[in-house]
């Protein structure tokens, strides 16, 4: 598979990535610069120049890192003298924000799609980046959203989700004299996961747990976790099964696994499934980090979240989410990007190359590498990366899933039809898991509303 000779070679050969995007330029103040920018072109060639008309308008999708990207913004500004400024959507609302900000007089000048189902609504917004740095820095087209031969998006950030796990507590589990798994490397199937999850929910007090897996919320802080991400894998085995990388219809085939899986979550859990409804993502992530719950579905990005707190790094990793399908064993963790930069081609001349600009130090300069490695916790796909790579156990539990030569599972839910599919099928899994509705109205939503969303989103 190409995807998985690409990200084995980003994170095992070399591991030339991180995060961000790039561009060449700079606007500025040439009556001043000239000689300086001679001296700075010695010391560092990354460094932006100062002054020029331009400004930056970053709309930023992802509320974990908002703080960072406000620092870093900061930190352009007093070296540019450029204003960048920082907006971050909340969370599940990036879609509705963003058109409601692209409609004012000062829209974003930098903004971003979740691959091809997001840019066919954004394209025409889209600023040709082929002849860009940051174009150039990108280390393969497998990382780029396309539109001919234009340039219109691209990635900046690979990431990766799975089960992530207390080691500490899952040792305590095998230990126990009734334990049905007795050790990691016999947890590589859902029948193995499923027998582990209910003897932790069984012996949870002996252990010192709430539950086995943190709770399921389905507030819009945690819901894409299971409407999107957990969906993502019957999407990936029938894509699979049918040889396809897309599909305006889809037939279900393993949404039998998709419910046990569910199931599994609502049953072996840190609360009822009727509470789910009121439970956050902030919810589930202290009940891992505080040692509540021994498994915790999320990605590499929620490291800021839980280190530092009653599980050490040593004691963090990270499962492949098991559904049942045959040949498993062999799977590895869900990995890609939802992430891709997009630079506003309706902004002036001066802010699009202002945000080239910012986008180039943010990908070559010491301070925005370093931001994007080691405080926001980034694996990119960019080839200047190769000396910034984050200190994330989460990480490196996928690599060496990848070293070992597992497969990666392929991020398909950015071919989802739109996220009103999303919302409905979330909204089935809710109330099922409420006892007000039933699975037959999650498959409804599943594969019914995936014909009805597809047709909708490409009619003429």
Known sequence: MKFKKVFAMLLTAAMMTSMLAGCGGSGTDQSSETKSEDKSSEKDNNTAKKGGDGKVYYLNFKPEQADQWTELAEQYTDETGVDVEVQTAASGTYESTLKSEMAKD???????????????????????????????????????????????????????????????LLKKYFELPDAEIKSIEELNSFDALKKVADGIQKHKEDLGVMGAFTSAGMDSSSDWRFKTHLANLPVYYEYKDEGVTSSEAIKGTYLDNFKNVWDMYLKDSTCEPSMISSKTGEDASSEFALGEAVFYQNGTWAYNDIKDMEVADEDMGMLPIYIGAEGEENQGLCTGSENYWCVNKKASEEDIQATLDFLTWVVESDEGRDMLANEMGFITPFTTFDEYLPENPLVKANDEYTKAGKTPVSWNFTTMPSEEWKNKVGSAMLEYAQGTGDWDAVRTAFVDGWASEYAAAHAE
């Open 106 to 168: 000062e829209p974003p000048t930098l903004f971003q799609v979740n691959g091809p189902v997001g840019l066919a609504s954004w394209k025409d917004y889209c600023y040709d980046l082929s002849d860009s740095q940051i174009y150039k820095d990108v280390s393969s087209d497998d990382y780029v959203l396309k539109d001919g031969d234009a340039v219109q998006g691209i990635a900046y950030v690979i990431e990766t989700y799975g089960i992530i796990y207390n080691k500490a």
